[in-house]
């Protein structure tokens, strides 16, 4: 009788278990989200991630993997934005088009300085994520 009720007790947990991995895949949209500022977040089941951001003119995509521990979501972005990086970037823009001259260096966010929590109605960063035009610190929803 143990062991019908432990193959019972086993089997339930595996159908009805909740995998926190798997049930986070998907994308999310910040509930900040409005006319031309977004925030969204795409994590895949392979543990990369794609998070795209802007505000008007102002957008950028970073990329990168990322790992669950504890309820939490900890991000690692596949390229470092260096100061040395930006400033490179900064200079070939300015070799392409020079209207730019005036531009300073851009801000790309270093998403691992922060975890995210994850809560039942989405994920949400626990600290703030300066994106250079826009702060991000909202709940994100998946759709």
């Not at 019972?8 to 009805?16: A, C, K, P, V, Y």
């Not at 900064?90 to 020079?98: A, C």
């Not at 995210?116 to 994106?131: H, L, Q």
Request: charged share 25%; net charge positive; hydrophobic share 35%.
């Amino acid at each position: 009788m143990k062991i019908i009720l432990s193959l019972l007790t086993i089997t339930f947990l595996i159908l009805f278990g909740q995998n926190t991995e798997t049930e986070l895949v998907g994308t999310y949209y910040s509930v900040d989200n409005e006319f031309e500022r977004w925030s969204i977040i795409e994590l895949q089941a392979n543990g990369t991630f794609k998070y795209q951001y802007g505000l008007s003119a102002c957008q950028a995509e970073i990329t990168g993997t990322y790992s669950v521990a504890d309820k939490k979501i900890r991000f690692k972005n596949d390229r470092e934005y260096t100061k040395k990086y930006l400033q490179s970037e900064r200079d070939s823009i300015i070799k392409s088009d020079s209207t730019f001259i005036g531009m300073g260096i851009p801000v790309y966010p270093d998403l691992s300085l922060t975890e995210w929590k994850i809560k039942k109605s989405g994920i949400k960063p626990i600290s703030e994520i300066d994106c250079g035009c826009i702060i991000e610190n909202g709940k994100h929803k998946k759709k």
